[in-house]
């Protein structure tokens, strides 16, 4: 560890993200059969033989769905694409097989050739702009340490002394992500395609030293429990995890998965990593609650979107401050799907909802998900308690 001179990147992956070091790469140990894997959803060798992509099929053929009506294995970008075709998706490689093999080339994606080591320049440019608001999903390859890896070897003192150049980019990255506001609306997801030993890494007709299986992945953003250390994963996970945080559903032909659930919080344990944001109280009383917001920057907050937990419950009447109207009051499966506008930004009182118990259903209803908007357009994710009315005398 005192090789490691990464001061940044190790706070970053061991502070701020969820953080998994026993995770594998998929066998091969190879570059495009991980990538594949990566972007495809399964592991390579669960493919069919004419869709299996190696480093040289992938710099001079397209992925095997090229120009197919139903594709059978649909990359990450291809699945977000038909789940919303206005969603923005771009791509930026220093390995160029990435953009023109193993991503198919009939694929929606702005795609971008980087030059060496700069690839993440060109993501913190592409967040800066003014794409980047619609964009769903944007990929990134870097392969500078593969290539000290292959010329000198991996985890030995120029290793590491190289590695030292990433702790700029990443924080450039990252930094621009503050910057724009869109770290509190961006997961990053980092990980490696493969380990190394010696100058080899596991291809049949070298090494097979178990080091070039072990990868990690970083898991880092708003909902993230930051700090965690987390077991297991694969390069094949790569597209659930982002499918998962988009909210989109995994076609049957990825059969990779959110390896450790423990990654991600819920909305209503938020309030532990102690964010500069507004929150929403649901205060619990007799047959009825109460939601309550507490303002905490300059923004105006012009709606709320909420899930709420009517516990076996039925409403009995919603009422709301004068200047706010009910959009939405909708019910399905005991969930309460409630929105509201506001004419101005709400002060402490949101709604008050009198309830109709429902024989011995429980009394107490929870608030589980909501979000913000303001006047510019901005999603806000708050804090979410709830808490039983104090009776006053």
Do not use: C
Not at 85 to 95: H, I, T, V, Y
């Amino acid at each position: 560890m005192a090789k490691r001179k990464n001061t940044y990147t190790m706070n970053l992956f061991n502070n701020r993200f969820a953080m998994s070091t026993t995770a594998k790469s998929v066998q091969p140990a190879i570059s495009a059969q991980n990538y594949s894997s990566m972007l495809h959803g399964l592991p390579w060798d669960q493919m069919a033989k004419d869709y299996q992509m190696t480093n040289g099929t992938a710099a001079q053929n397209y992925f095997g769905d090229f120009g197919k009506a139903q594709p059978k294995y649909p990359s990450v970008f291809k699945v977000i694409q038909q789940a919303n075709p206005n969603f923005g998706l771009a791509a930026f490689s220093e390995w160029r097989q990435i953009l023109n093999g193993i991503t198919e080339a009939d694929a929606a994606v702005n795609t971008q050739p980087s030059a060496s080591l700069k690839s993440f320049d060109d993501v913190a440019n592409y967040i800066g702009s003014v794409q980047f608001k619609d964009t769903a999903l944007v990929y990134m390859q870097s392969d500078y340490m593969d290539g000290q890896g292959h010329g000198k070897g991996w985890y030995n003192d120029n290793y590491w002394d190289q590695y030292t150049k990433y702790d700029a980019l990443f924080k450039k990255v990252m930094d621009k992500l503050e910057a724009t506001g869109h770290s509190h609306d961006t997961l990053v997801i980092a990980n490696s395609d493969h380990g190394g030993s010696l100058t080899n890494h596991g291809s049949a007709e070298h090494t097979k030293d178990a080091s070039n299986e072990n990868i990690f992945i970083g898991i880092g953003g708003e909902t993230v429990n930051s700090g965690h250390r987390l077991q297991g994963g694969s390069n094949a996970d790569i597209s659930a995890l982002i499918l998962h945080a988009l909210q989109i559903k995994q076609p049957a032909s990825m059969t990779g998965r959110v390896f450790d659930p423990s990654a991600f919080l819920p909305q209503t344990e938020l309030a532990q990593k102690h964010r500069h944001v507004e929150a929403v109280n649901l205060e619990q009383g007799r047959n009825k609650f109460a939601l309550k917001f507490v303002a905490q920057s300059h923004r105006t907050v012009k709606a709320l979107d909420a899930r709420i937990d009517l516990a076996g419950q039925s409403i009995e009447k919603i009422k709301v401050p004068k200047g706010t109207t009910i959009l939405r009051q909708d019910i399905q499966d005991g969930i309460l799907k409630l929105t509201l506008s506001f004419e101005t930004a709400p002060t402490e009182n949101l709604a008050q909802v009198t309830l109709k118990r429902n024989g011995n259903a429980p009394t107490k209803a929870t608030i589980q998900q909501a979000m913000l908007g303001t006047d510019s357009g901005e999603e806000i994710l708050p804090d979410l308690t709830n808490s039983i009315a104090t009776t006053k005398k």
